[in-house]
């Protein structure tokens, strides 16, 4: 589905996107994310299409707020069936509650329910009435990570199950990294949309990626060409990125790379020759457990974030002070344009 709205109030908005399956929409907080989904829930005026012009009413759209709005002193059942018309009311309400894995607590009223629970039994309702869109205001920012896990996989299966376009709109990058196609709000327009590593990979701009959580970000000027790229200068370090797209020489760049793809050199494996080119000197400076893995800043002619797996900090046994060499392969550095655009 093709989504192309304008907003004027609350803020100014123009947002061109496609929604396929599990769509995400990443965007920090006051981006717009939510006035986009009331305005397609005909909530708030726009213009735009799908819908545009028809009353929410006529909209076929299911839409899972915040808060999830339901009813306190009715059951799961009641508050699922509530949007539902006719004498198959509570057998479609009952049906949509086993496939979110719910009829067991049927008789429930919301405040015997867990969140996660709650947020289930509002997205059964959203799916009752059988729309042609599902929106998702931020489903997950309430639940713990286990049940931020799981409510993830449902939505997914579900989704996929009946083919419903959805669109999640979040701040949250693990649960856009977990949709199917992820699009990222930004100054008012989506600037980027693709499969999620290949955004998390190759962001358009320097503000997505630090949306995305791309830490290791530099200026440099262009020193030089070769035949799959450019080779950048950067507090006298020179580092080669490939592009398709060389900009001239001496002109000034933003390049980066992930803190995942930062490769700690060890003495006993010599480097093959693309990766020997962008090799720097440095002494750790910071070592902290992060869950199964160790967030390492180290310090040399660059400052580089570098997230390192368990097993390997089980094999190297780094120590803040120690000197080490790491290598940027050429293939995870990322070139920017000095506009912040990608090359």
Do not use: C
């Not at 545009?52 to 009813?71: D, F, I, K, N, S």
């Not at 120690?322 to 392969?329: C, G, N, Q, S, T």
Request: no cysteine; proline share 7%.
């Amino acid at each position: 589905m093709e989504i192309d709205y304008r907003l004027e109030r609350p803020l100014n908005l123009h947002a061109r996107l496609r929604v396929e399956g599990l769509t995400a929409l990443l965007g920090e907080s006051g981006s717009g994310k939510t006035s986009l989904l009331r305005a397609l829930a005909g909530l708030i005026r726009a213009r735009g299409r799908p819908f545009g012009g028809l009353r929410p009413e006529h909209r076929r759209v299911g839409y899972l707020p915040q808060g999830y709005a339901l009813v306190p002193h009715m059951t799961a059942l009641e508050n699922v069936a509530l949007p539902l018309r006719g004498p198959e009311a509570g057998r479609t309400a009952r049906r949509w509650l086993e496939r979110v894995e719910l009829a067991h607590l049927a008789d429930r009223r919301p405040h015997e329910l867990s969140g996660g629970e709650r947020q289930r039994v509002a997205l059964a309702r959203a799916l009752a009435l059988e729309p042609r869109l599902l929106l998702l205001d931020e489903p997950t920012s309430a639940l713990d990570a286990a049940t931020r896990e799981t409510t993830i996989d449902l939505i997914d299966r579900i989704v996929a199950e009946v083919g419903l376009p959805t669109l999640l709109v979040t701040h949250d990058r693990y649960v856009a990294a977990r949709s199917r196609s992820l699009a990222v709000l930004e100054h008012g327009a989506v600037r980027q949309q693709g499969p999620p590593d290949e955004v998390f990979a190759r962001p358009a701009t320097l503000g997505i990626a630090r949306l995305v959580g791309f830490a290791n970000v530099f200026s440099g000027k262009v020193a030089g060409h070769e035949a799959e790229g450019v080779w950048i200068e950067t507090e006298g370090l020179r580092v080669f990125a490939p592009t398709d797209a060389p900009p001239p020489p001496g002109r000034t760049v933003h390049w980066g790379i992930r803190p995942e793809e930062v490769m700690i050199v060890r003495p006993d494996r010599p480097l093959s020759s693309p990766l020997a080119r962008n090799r720097l000197a440095v002494v750790v400076r910071r070592l902290v457990k992060k869950g199964l893995a160790y967030a390492v800043r180290v310090e040399g002619a660059l400052v580089l974030e570098v997230l390192l797996p368990r097993h390997v900090q089980d094999r190297l046994r780094l120590r803040e002070g120690d000197r080490i060499e790491v290598a940027l392969k050429p293939t995870y550095v990322h070139l920017f344009s000095s506009e912040g655009f990608s090359s």
